[in-house]
Structure formats: structure tokens, C-alpha cells
């Protein structure tokens, strides 16, 4: 005779006896010592960390201090946790010779972890142009990938959303977010140029739609000028000292 018993999911004694609050405690977010070493930067990640005199103060601050504020990470299938907020912080911890560093570990998909790392980021004071292009392009992607609708019978109507809501998040139009991702065109050593003030934003937009061999020539010929312009200051220079 067959069993009348069905497959029945019987609630575990911890959870009868846990109360609500313990409950909601689980589902809260916590902030967890990781150590460094376990900590890789996100993919891809456009904004550089450098060691230069900031980043020196930051590290004295960490070794007096600690970490105030903690990183922001996810877990990877391969092990480890890969940073989407703290690159900065990690490489102060580096360099103030701390083991471990305080994380919030989050699981989120590839879009959301853009769209979060990007907007951190964005709030730092000093941005180079070339970090905001790439940032721009990179949450730009997200947001419409994310936020794709069969309804829309246009793909430049999604776009043009997805331009926007960038721009408002960054207090720029969406023309000003286009234009910064324009620069992702250039060939590295114009991009540079424009990070060391030697290009300004708006030529370099417009340069941006030239074809790789054109730029190069382009390089080849502000050299030439600048090699010119230091030989007539170096001559001038002489002929007034004589």
C-alpha cells in the first residue's frame, strides 16, 4: 500500500524560534574585514589610481586612522571579490601596510555594479576628461542594456533616454555627455594630450571624427609646430642675451 505522506518542506527549529528582528538583521547589509589580497579592481575600471601626492596623504590618513568609509564589492564565481567602489582606498591600505580593508559586499549583475562604481567615482573633485568619457560610454551602455523595453519602436528613442538620465545624474546635458564620449575615439596619445591640457575639449570632440591614420598625422604636426615654437623661444632667449 502506497504511502498517503506527502513531500512536506518542514520549517527548521531555528527559524521557529527566530524572532522577526533576527530575521531582518540577516537581510541587512554588513560591513566585512577582507583582506586585501582577496580584493580585485572592477573590469575594466577607467578611472586611475596614481601614487601621487593625494593619494600619499590619503595612505598617512589610513595608517592613523583606518578605513572611515568602507569599499563597495562583489563577489566573483572564481573567488575573491571584485571592487566597485574603494580602488582608491585599496591602494592607500597598500600603501599605509594594512592586511585588510572594510567592505560592504553586495551581489549585483554586470549593470548595476557599472552604474554604481561609475557614480561613485563621479563625485571625486578632480576628473580627468579621458576618466569621465570612458565613464560616460561604460554607464551609458548599462543604462540600455538594463533598461531595454520592447515597446520602444525605436532604438534612437532609447538612446536618447538613456543619454539623458546619464546627463541628469552627472549635472551635464546629454549633448555634453555625447560629446565627452567622443573622446573615447581618439587615438591614447591625443587622449593624453587632452588630459595634459595640450588638447582642448572642444577640438579634441571634433578631431574625435577623424580616422586613426588622420590623428596621427594630426599628432606628427603639433609636434613639428611645438618643436618650432621652442627653437624661435630658445633663439629669441639667445639673441636677447647677447
Given at each position: 500500500m502506497k504511502s498517503s505522506v506527502k513531500n512536506i518542506n518542514l520549517t527548521s527549529v531555528d527559524?521557529?524560534?527566530?524572532?522577526?528582528?533576527?530575521?531582518?538583521?540577516?537581510?541587512?547589509?554588513?560591513?566585512?574585514?577582507?583582506?586585501?589580497?582577496?580584493?580585485?579592481?572592477?573590469?575594466?575600471?577607467?578611472?586611475?589610481?596614481?601614487?601621487n601626492e593625494a593619494m600619499l596623504e590619503t595612505a598617512?590618513?589610513?595608517?592613523?586612522?583606518?578605513?572611515l568609509v568602507p569599499a563597495i564589492a562583489r563577489p566573483l564565481e572564481t573567488g575573491g571579490y571584485e571592487l566597485i567602489s574603494g580602488h582608491r582606498r585599496h591602494r592607500a591600505s597598500e600603501l599605509a601596510e594594512l592586511e585588510t580593508m572594510p567592505v560592504i559586499v553586495r551581489n549585483l549583475d554586470d549593470d548595476a555594479a557599472t552604474i554604481i562604481m561609475v557614480d561613485s567615482n563621479l563625485q571625486r573633485e578632480h576628473i580627468l576628461p579621458s576618466e569621465r568619457?570612458?565613464?560616460?560610454?561604460?554607464?551609458?551602455?548599462?543604462?540600455?542594456?538594463?533598461?531595454?523595453?520592447?515597446?520602444?519602436?525605436?532604438?534612437?528613442?532609447?538612446?536618447?533616454?538613456?543619454?539623458?538620465?546619464?546627463?541628469?545624474?552627472?549635472?551635464?546635458?546629454?549633448d555634453q555627455v555625447r560629446r565627452f564620449i567622443r573622446l573615447t575615439e581618439l587615438v591614447p596619445e591625443l587622449l593624453n594630450m587632452v588630459d595634459e591640457k595640450k588638447v582642448a575639449f572642444n577640438p579634441a570632440v571634433e578631431v574625435s571624427y577623424l580616422k586613426p591614420d588622420e590623428q596621427y598625422d594630426l599628432i606628427d604636426a603639433i609636434e613639428s609646430i611645438m618643436a618650432q615654437l621652442s627653437r624661435q623661444k630658445n633663439n629669441s632667449f639667445l639673441m636677447n642675451s647677447i
Open positions: 527559524d521557529i524560534f527566530s524572532t522577526e528582528e533576527s530575521r531582518n538583521d540577516d537581510k541587512r547589509e554588513k560591513v566585512m574585514e577582507i583582506p586585501l589580497s582577496e580584493l580585485y579592481p572592477f573590469s575594466h575600471h577607467p578611472f586611475k589610481v596614481l601614487d598617512e590618513s589610513i595608517r592613523e586612522y583606518g578605513v568619457a570612458f565613464a560616460f560610454k561604460m554607464k551609458l551602455e548599462a543604462i540600455k542594456t538594463q533598461g531595454k523595453r520592447t515597446d520602444l519602436t525605436s532604438t534612437q528613442v532609447a538612446q536618447k533616454l538613456s543619454a539623458e538620465k546619464v546627463g541628469a545624474d552627472a549635472g551635464v546635458s546629454k
